[in-house]
């Protein structure tokens, strides 16, 4: 059996992943695939803990943040039931809602950028993804959709320039790492299925690369 492709889908907080996800996991089975659909941070301990930390806001050092991030990115990786190695090797699609791009825009403030880039990317065990999308929508937009649907923001979901912000950074970090990762992003403004049909060409195009 031939091993899986690992994409991973990456965007602002409230930029429609959540719809693409599930689009793609139809897209993906029509097309006679066997899909596993995952996210960061995950439900394992240390991926609870990151999320009481957004949920409440917990003010920590960035370099704490990134280091937790990789924690659970790396008990995501090889986890010998639900690890992302294991589905790939069992030939399944992986498509993962967000991975270390999400670090690099989330974390990667100016002083620390080079080192959450270097332990994500130097880390034998972290695997590189055969595919990025980053769904590109007005952070405006996205802001507004979070309003409509949390009564408490999460911590990088409160400040719309903070959003601004990792977006540019986001754009930044995928110039910085060019030809190297195979990286899409598609301007994610327009309706879901106009959206959907521009991601589903990208996957298509992996697919078919064998
Ligand atoms: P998100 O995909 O928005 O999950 P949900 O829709 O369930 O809230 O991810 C939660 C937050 O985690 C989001 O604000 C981005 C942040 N995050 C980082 O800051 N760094 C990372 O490495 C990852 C994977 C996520």
């Known amino acids: 059996m031939s091993r899986g492709k690992f994409i991973v889908i990456e965007g602002l907080d409230g930029c429609g992943k959540s719809t693409q996800l599930r689009l793609i996991k139809e897209g993906l089975e029509q097309y006679g695939k066997r899909v596993y659909l995952t996210a960061e941070p995950t439900s394992y301990e240390t991926g609870k803990y990151i999320r009481r930390i ?13 280091a937790l991030f990789l924690a659970d990115r790396l008990e995501h990786i090889t986890h010998p039931e639900f690890g ?3 589905y790939l090797n069992d030939g399944y699609m992986v498509v993962c809602d967000r991975y270390y791009y999400s670090s690099f825009a989330y974390q990667g403030t100016a002083s620390d950028i080079d080192w959450v880039m270097r332990t994500n990317l130097e880390c034998e065990r972290v695997l590189k993804p055969d595919l990025c999308i980053f769904l590109d929508v007005n952070p405006d937009t996205c802001k507004s959709r979070i309003d409509e649907v949390r009564d408490k923001p999460e911590l990088y979901e409160k400040d719309v320039e903070k959003m601004h912000q990792i977006r540019n950074n986001f754009l930044r970090v995928f110039d910085r790492l060019g030809d190297s990762h195979n990286i899409y992003i598609i301007d994610a403004n327009a309706g879901v299925e106009e959206v959907y049909a521009k991601v589903f ?3 298509k195009m992996i697919i078919q690369k064998g």
């Open 84 to 86: 992302i190695e294991k």
């Open 201 to 203: 060409e990208k996957i």
């Open 54 to 66: 957004l949920s409440e806001s917990l003010i920590k050092d960035m370099y704490l943040q990134a």
